[in-house]
């Protein structure tokens, strides 16, 4: 028999597959990862030479600086990132207090201060205010008008009205944005609910697709929002496949994005030969297995692998839960993917909903089993099967009655995909 292991919350889960029986394990090329000295040094260098946009010095008039971080549910080494950054702007004579942490919580619920600690370091939360974004709280939201594709705007005011604004985060892919990083942590993480749904209702658009950057409307959408916040600058890095940062950008959003972007592509797209019976994929571990609203996001990267009416094991620890209210409600109203499928299009986008249409247009066609610590009465009403580990969902799909059918040669070609959401196959 061999083993294989995946990334699973904090630790890793392994499985077997039978005698005869192998997979092969698609992995995003191999990184160089920086070293800790390498990266601050890059890091500073890029704070004094931003590409395509002037330098920091020239903000020495700013008396209020607002700073666009991840919440909890993205991998951020703020610890490494954050103390260059403003350590220069207090260099520029802007005091400590004068410069404010916005968490981009998007539609998730807002991070309260006890909470903190698990993405700052503790001299960072004592030195700098932080305000965590609601995106329902539109006593704090300002309105900016429509982007040309008619989302309308509500934004964090306070973030807007600072003097100078820096959006920071990671360039990987986004399964339907494309790519994330640049103006995104505010065009989407500090805006109001009902903006985000006006952006995200162009998911359904063809183009709005893991890896697509120039041709899609939802990621074009979001550059719009940025344009008009008025984000002057963005710190972005690239992360391996391991969580390591092998790159460091600084500079306007759309010119980080424009360089960062080749760099991402190097690191996450990789070439298969030909499609597979049963992919297993991991989100990659804590914090994107953190709940199955960001897990999901492993169903999409899985299914470029997965030959039509095969089979996705999806393996994330999902400590949270659904992580979304408002998907759980709704799809326990429906007795099918095909319901979902129907009634989405009937009532109209929602976000928090839209998890239930994403999930039920890859679950119409291919087979999916969830390996987590979702209790299996609450991933049957969220209308999924599940297993109790990843041996057993393998088992299952390796029986006859798993209806994976098996090759000429009587093998099932399986795929193993241990950070799908840091993985773009190629097949070629």
Known sequence: MRTYS???GHTTVTFELPAGQSADVILPPVAVALPTAAVQEKLRAALLSPIGAPPLTQQRAARSVAIAINDKTRPVPYELLLPPLLAHLEGLGIPP???CLFIANGTHIPMPPAEYSRILPAEIIARYPIHSHSCDADENLVHLGNTARGTEIWVNQKFYESDLKIVTGNIEPHHFAGFSGGAKTASIGLCSRSTIN???????DPNSMIGIYESNPLR???EDIGDQIGIDYALNFVMSGEHEIAEVLFGSPRAVMQAGIPIARQICQTPV????DLVIASAGGHPKDINLYQAQKAMTHA???ARPGGMIILVSECPEGSGSASYEAYVQQMSSHT???ERFSQDGFRVGPHKSFQIARLATQFGIVLVSEIPPELAQKLLLNSAKSVQQAVDGALTKEGGLGTRPDGAVRIAVLPHATSTIPILV
């Open 273 to 276: 030969h030909g499609s597979y």
């Open 339 to 341: 319901q979902v499928l």
């Open 303 to 305: 299914a470029l692998l």
């Open 220 to 222: 074009q959408d979001i």
């Open 6 to 8: 995946v990334p699973y």
């Open 97 to 99: 207090q004068a410069i």
């Open 198 to 204: 006006q952006n995200h209702t162009m998911l359904v």
